[in-house]
């Protein structure tokens, strides 16, 4: 334990070093993309013949909008990822082996740390934006969707070390992490709600472990749905962890067998 909160600190406080990065992650970047979309669902909503889209109404795909950047820009992961690929591609992964800590865990706890910190800071902006514009909110949930969303990045972690591995077999894996990212941009509900997508893509969308990225924790604190949902996808995202968590480690075994030690 005293190890991961120690990893935890360091990025912490390597990340607060750089304070305007911190910034523009935090806060600049998903403020800018959520004035955005909240633009565009006024206009959507405006030009509809009724008051409502898919069972609700204007405040609550205002909500959504609000919080959808600020979840989704806490819950992915490319710069961890990043390092992790780098450090194998160019043989700094050898000092990461002699540490009393495992590579999964040694960036997991530092990916935490970080992204927690992010988030307690960042959410705090869409709960005013919500509160000023009286958007539909829960405000007693979002306790438990913080909880949630710090569950689901143990998921996203998973699978961006099973990305990581990849370097152990390849060249320039790091391209994966544009795919993998656009996708689960895609499948989290980021832009739009999974449950306006047609069918049979909603069902399966709306299941996926990924959609614990962003739906389901703004869904949830928006009213969108219940505890019952939010309980059926922690069991999406747990045996999400189970899968690539076995994948992960069998990428990470061969791997080791196929890597030679050059670098520094």
Request: charged residues 10%; contains cysteine.
């Amino acid at each position: 334990m005293r190890r991961n909160l120690a990893a935890a600190r360091l990025a912490v406080l390597s990340q607060l070093e750089y304070r305007v990065n911190f910034l523009v992650d935090a806060v600049i970047q998903p403020v800018l993309a959520s004035g955005v979309e909240v633009l565009m669902w006024s206009v959507i909503m405006a030009g509809l013949a009724t008051d409502t889209l898919g069972g609700f109404g204007k405040e609550y795909y205002l909500a959504y909008a609000l919080w959808a950047n600020f979840v989704g820009r806490v819950t992915t992961n490319w710069m961890y990822e990043f390092t992790m690929l780098d450090e194998i591609e160019t043989g700094k992964v050898n000092a990461v082996l002699v540490r009393p800590i495992s590579y999964y865990e040694f960036f997991l706890s530092q990916f935490l740390g970080y992204k927690l910190v992010i988030g307690l800071i960042s959410f705090s902006f869409p709960a005013l934006a919500c509160y000023l514009m009286g958007a539909s909110l829960h405000y007693e949930r979002i306790p438990l969707m913080i909880l949630f969303c710090a569950y689901y990045l143990i998921f996203v972690h998973t699978v961006s070390f099973c990305v990581a591995c990849l370097a152990f077999f390849m060249n320039r894996a790091s391209s994966f992490t544009g795919i993998k990212n656009m996708a689960i941009w895609v499948l989290a509900g980021e832009m739009i709600p999974l449950d306006l997508y047609p069918e049979p893509f909603k069902n399966f969308m709306i299941h996926s472990p990924f959609a614990s990225g962003v739906y389901v924790p703004v869904g949830f604190i928006t009213g969108r749905f219940g505890y019952e949902f939010l309980w059926q996808s922690l069991i999406s995202v747990t045996i999400g962890i189970v899968v690539f968590g076995l994948l992960a480690r069998f990428l990470w075994r061969r791997g080791l067998l196929a890597y030679t030690g050059t670098g520094a």
